[in-house]
């Protein structure tokens, strides 16, 4: 069983910049689909990116062009870059497989504000 440790999260104004992490404590190279996900106040909870065990990945039309999602196996971490952050970014953000499994780690809180 993987269980997934979220971090990197915090405070940031608009248009600035975080890096999210997720470690694994299993290994991640045979889970081929790892995903970042969220939940903003009030709001279920979405799909923002995903990556393959190829390197192909895919994004939310919301985060396109600004977010970007990788996996170095051999460290079994996902990691979520996002740029140009908006206010509408704010949310706790989670990793998991995708589809998920049912546990869930912590998430970790992403604020966008001025």
């Known amino acids: 069983q993987v269980h997934l440790v979220e971090s990197g999260g915090g405070l940031v104004q608009p248009g600035g910049s975080l890096r999210l992490s997720c470690a694994a404590s299993?290994?991640?190279?045979?889970?081929?689909?790892m995903g970042w996900y969220r939940q903003a106040p009030g709001k279920e909870r979405e799909l923002v990116a995903t990556?393959?065990?190829?390197?192909?990945?895919k994004y939310a039309d919301s985060v396109k062009g600004r977010f970007a999602i990788f996996r170095d196996n051999a460290k079994n971490t996902v990691y979520l870059q996002m740029n140009r952050l908006t206010p509408e970014d704010t949310a706790v953000y989670y990793c998991?497989?995708?589809?998920?499994?049912?546990?869930w780690g912590q998430g970790t809180l992403v604020t966008v504000s001025s």
């Open positions: 299993g290994r991640i190279l045979n889970i081929n689909v």
């Open positions: 998991n497989a995708n589809p998920p499994y049912e546990v």
């Open positions: 990556v393959y065990s190829s390197g192909r990945t």
